[in-house]
């Protein structure tokens, strides 16, 4: 881009800003020193240029403004910056001053003069850095407004600057003329209370059929994970179909397999890539960097597909008609593709008026909640079903093929009991592992090995109306502890599936059907359980025996305390992996003598997250309940005792014992904050009351005395934080100068009661404020398109886009954001939408049980389904910090609290309160040994409810419900017909069904129970 090209966008750009913003730039007031908004020119309210100079090289030009406004002619002005290089090789530094601008005066002046320390006028810096002063003449004609503009030009791309300490000094004496506003100056003008009002309408004007849809199943509008070929939507559809902790292999919409991170690796998300930073936008870290990485949306802002990022190997399958045309299993070569997802099975159906043959594809690794070995099988089956809807009887060739480019594998034919294939031995080369992987065709079906073309060919006569399943199996076995142990190559992992075969798809395929089997919205139950999908990735590893996980895929190590707490999936699908995490890593390797666990177990053995904190704590009585007896608590409540006082010992020792926290709190948001912090304070309550209720079941009374005394002082002084319409930090002055909310309206501020709300704690503080705090989030931060607003607050990463709804982090109705605050690189987090903070507050939305805030939860959720809609982006892959985020699993909460479920399993209680059409209601649910559905229906004369078992066994005592208004005197209960001794029990919020005694109801077996009225 050309000099003067390059100065009259500038010029145009600063006309704007002068016009509709009243100048972004920093006032000067006084004589004294005034830093630069944010703490970096390139971050000023200014302008980011990128471009290729004469040279043909990148350029990275950023602009630092200073408002000059009623400073004279004579008054001195100096620039002065210690520089230091930020990353990459430093080159020259061009530091150029361009003149001033005034209103309705655009043209650089000409003739302006500065001096560098340095007598170079191009600075040549090292990595440690160089210091550098500017002194400048201002013209002398009189503006209204005068605005100093100072450019630096960085011509390679690779070298990026810290200008932090960038200041420009007003000497001593100098006379300002323009009487100042009376808004504080550190106050932001960009990011006044005025412009929040501005950019988050308080009217959300949604649409009356799009609200409709968020309860009704079946609506035309309940959108489920569907793609069709007819419009485009089936490129980004992205499943996980390989086993748990066994890396990633994954589906798009049209059947092809990619993004094969099944070799040991270490990936970089699914696919690595680098994004282009849209122009004018500051993105991750106030600008310092240019582009947008995998850890920062570069997946959500351009997804991958097949065709963009060929995978690393390739692989595929084809049907030939005999005397007929070749149609290979993919987009291109069917008239009608369409896919379905029901995960863990993606179903994918390919027609064409001149084939005789449909084919129906169900692709799947074996996945059964509550059985982790056979779910975590480095194994995909790719049924493939042949329909003839022909008249005529058909012959047909399938074939499926798979080879690895350039790692010059071997093949090696495969046989066993009921299933033909091969292996393809792949040696080590570099740093990439050695190992195996096969193709094997399971059942009847005859399959021959073509050693040429690796790959195996099953013939086959379909009579009319015929169909004809043949399963494949993609198997692998490389450096991965989930399953190393296990099976010493792809064969191996192929006997053991193909001897199981009909055991793993049947149990898999009664889960698909059990969680789908519902009265819930199909969009409602896609959305809960998608981000489920994260456990199929190579976001979980296994290190020997410890599980592990990364925060998204390659980012984020050590199973991080303060992400993981969000998710909530893995411990009701699998509780036995969040019992490994609690009982292994947090409290058996890693915790301090002080009760401590570290946020960053396998990393940082010493630093706490105090929501990380809490957060093991509550899950540590989440993995109690979901257990089958309270051994897990005995054996680990010392552990879980020391965490808890660990909390409790940080109030004592901070200002005052008064069960809320202060002092130094790291968090979430990656920064230590300071004050009584909303969030922070609301978890340490219902980790409180978490100790609590472990304490009272271990007979531990005087601990239990002391956690409840804690708490209700607690519970009292958060009132404080109340301003009367929603939930503020409250800052210390001691530490004013850190980051934080303050009075700015934070997504998370009642965090805690959503905890409360999973593992039935209940209420913790006041009701009426809670839900006003709630109301708030949704009037202030709720946005039904983002785009406008980002062009406005232009720092953070990209998780919503233009045209995408969502829920801002932070916004500060009445005012209240700092310069210094904008100075931290984590300030841009307030600006962000990020789904798994968004899951969280949906679930409590609609666990308050208020129809107001059920349908603002609801569309909450629903908002992040559509951002997610396949035509748009991977529907499967929630993004934050890298793909597949594990936060965003919070969103089994949601579905939790839909169902209204609660559950103690050593106790043998569980119940069901649903909030979602509770008069005739069906769902799935999970317990410690077995899983089914729950059914029932409401009318006047009565309630009746059934819990079927579709798998395992669940052992019960008493079960809780609600007849909603119905005066129940009278109650039956029976199992499979049998008549069991019941007691019928009225408690705030419905009613206790006390059986006789424990049942344990078995795989087939339904337990009825029949509440009436005299």
């Not at 309270?630 to 020792?653: G, Q």
């Not at 001691?734 to 039935?760: C, K, L, M, R, S």
């Not at 009701?767 to 406005?792: C, M, Q």
Request: aromatic share 10%.
């Amino acid at each position: 881009m050309r000099e003067k090209e390059i100065v009259k966008r500038i010029a145009w750009w600063m006309c704007v800003l002068l016009y509709t913003a009243a100048a972004q730039a920093v006032p000067l007031t006084d004589s004294g020193t005034y830093f630069v908004a944010g703490g970096n020119p390139q971050v000023n309210e200014s302008v980011i240029r990128s471009g290729k100079n004469n040279n043909g090289q990148i350029e990275f030009i950023g602009y630092a403004t200073f408002d000059l406004s009623g400073v004279a002619a004579e008054d001195g002005v100096s620039l002065s910056c210690n520089l230091k290089a930020f990353s990459g090789k430093p080159s020259g530094l061009v530091v150029d001053y361009l003149g001033t601008f005034g209103d309705g005066d655009l043209d650089v002046e000409s003739g302006a003069e500065w001096t560098a320390a340095s007598a170079e006028s191009s600075l040549s810096l090292s990595p440690k850095g160089k210091s550098f002063a500017v002194n400048m003449g201002l013209p002398a004609d009189s503006l209204v407004s005068r605005y100093a503009v100072f450019r630096f030009k960085n011509e390679q791309k690779a070298s990026q600057w810290d200008l932090s300490s960038l200041k420009l000094t007003l000497a001593e004496g100098a006379a300002v003329q323009v009487e100042q506003k009376a808004e504080e100056p550190s106050r932001n003008p960009m990011e006044t209370a005025e412009l929040y009002h501005k950019m988050v309408p308080a009217e959300k004007e949604l649409d009356p059929d799009w609200v409709e849809s968020l309860t009704e199943r079946g609506h035309p509008l309940d959108a489920a994970i569907r793609g069709y070929k007819a419009d485009d939507s089936l490129q980004y559809i992205g499943m996980p179909v390989g086993g748990i902790a066994c890396g990633s292999l994954i589906i798009d919409g049209a059947g092809q397999l990619y993004a094969w991170d099944v070799f040991g690796a270490q990936p970089k998300g699914i696919i690595d890539q680098d994004v282009e930073l849209p122009e004018g936008y500051l993105g991750f870290k106030n600008g310092l960097r240019k582009t947008i990485r995998i850890h920062d949306g570069a997946n959500f802002m351009n997804p991958p597909t097949v065709e963009k990022f060929p995978p690393p190997v390739k692989s595929g399958f084809a049907l030939k008609i005999k005397g007929g045309s070749e149609f290979k299993l993919g987009s291109d070569d069917w008239e009608s593709v369409e896919f379905e997802g029901q995960w863990p099975v993606g179903n994918v159906t390919y027609a064409d008026s001149s084939s005789p043959v449909s084919v129906q594809l169900a692709a799947y690794s074996p996945f059964i909640p509550l059985n982790v070995e056979d779910s975590k099988l480095p194994a995909t089956v790719m049924a493939y079903t042949l329909v003839n809807g022909s008249s005529k009887p058909v012959s047909v060739e399938f074939e499926g093929w798979l080879e690895v480019p350039g790692r010059n594998a071997q093949l090696q034919s495969e046989s066993y009991d009921g299933a033909t294939g091969f292996s393809l031995m792949i040696p080590k080369m570099g740093k990439k592992a050695g190992g195996s992987l096969g193709l094997t065709v399971v059942g009847d079906a005859k399959a021959v090995v073509n050693d040429d073309a690796n790959g195996l060919c099953v013939s086959a006569q379909l009579a009319p109306g015929e169909r004809k399943t043949i399963p494949f199996l993609i198997t692998w076995r490389f450096n991965h502890d989930a399953y190393a142990k296990k099976f010493n190559n792809s064969a191996a992992v192929a006997g053991y599936v193909a001897s199981n075969f009909e055991r793993l798809s049947s149990q898999t395929r009664c889960w698909a059907k059990t969680w789908n089997d519902t009265t819930l919205p199909q969009w409602f139950m896609d959305r809960a359980m998608a981000p489920a999908s994260t456990m199929q990735t190579a976001n979980l590893q296994f290190a020997g025996e410890r599980l592990w996980a990364w925060e998204g895929i390659g980012a984020g190590s050590g199973t991080c305390t303060h992400v993981w707490q969000y998710a909530q999936a893995m411990a009701r699908l699998f509780p036995s992996l969040e019992r490994n995490l609690r009982e292994v890593t947090d409290f058996g390797l890693y915790q301090m003598p002080d009760g401590g666990v570290p946020f960053r177990p396998s990393k940082d053995k010493t630093k706490v997250a105090i929501d990380g904190q809490c957060g093991t704590v509550l899950r540590s009585y989440r993995e109690h309940q979901m257990s089958v007896d309270d051994e897990f608590l005995k054996r680990n409540w010392p552990a879980i005792k020391k965490a808890v006082n660990y909390l409790i010992e940080f109030d004592k020792n901070d200002d005052a014992y008064d069960g809320l926290l202060d002092g130094e709190q790291h968090n979430t948001l990656d920064a230590e904050w300071y004050g009584k912090v909303h969030v922070l304070c609301s978890l340490y309550l219902a980790a409180l009351r978490a100790g609590e209720e472990m304490a009272i079941e271990m007979g531990d009374a005087g601990f239990e005395k002391l956690c409840r005394d804690t708490y209700e002082m607690g519970s009292r002084n958060i009132e404080k934080l109340y301003n009367g319409e929603y939930y503020e930090q409250l800052e210390d002055p001691n530490h004013a100068d850190a980051i934080g909310v303050g009075p700015g309206v934070y997504i998370d501020q009642v965090y805690g009661q959503f905890w409360a709300n999973q593992v039935g704690l209940g209420r913790l503080y006041n009701e009426e404020h809670i839900r006003s705090a709630l109301n708030a989030i949704w009037k202030y931060n709720y946005l039904t398109d983002v785009g406008p607003f980002r062009e406005v607050f232009k720092k953070g990463r990209f998780y919503a886009w233009k045209g995408d709804g969502g829920v801002i982090m932070c916004s500060w109705p009445n005012g209240g954001v700092t310069e210094k605050q904008r100075e931290f690189w984590t300030y841009g987090y307030f600006n962000e939408v990020m789904s798994g903070f968004e899951h969280q507050l949906a679930a409590h939305m609609i666990a308050e049980r208020d129809p107001e805030l059920l349908t603002k939860g609801l569309a909450v959720m629903r908002t992040i389904h559509d951002r997610y809609a396949p035509a748009k982006r991977n529907p499967y892959n929630e993004i934050e910090f890298s793909d597949f985020y594990a936060r965003a699993m919070a969103s089994y909460g949601s579905f939790l609290a839909a169902c209204g479920f609660t559950y103690n399993g050593p106790a043998g209680t569980i119940g069901f309160d649903p909030v979602i059409h509770p008069e005739n209601f069906r769902a799935p649910f999970t317990a410690a040994e077995g899983w089914g559905t729950f059914c029932q229906t409401i009318g006047k004369e009565g309630m009746q409810a059934e819990l079927a078992v579709n798998w395992g066994r669940v052992k019960l005592q008493t079960i809780r419900l609600n007849p909603q208004g119905l005066k129940a005197e009278t109650v039956e209960v029976s199992l499979d017909g049998k008549k069991l001794n019941a007691t019928l029990v009225k408690h705030e919020g419905g009613v206790a069904v006390e059986l006789g005694a424990p049942v344990s109801i078995a795989v087939g077996q339904t337990l009825g129970v029949d509440i009436g009225r005299l």
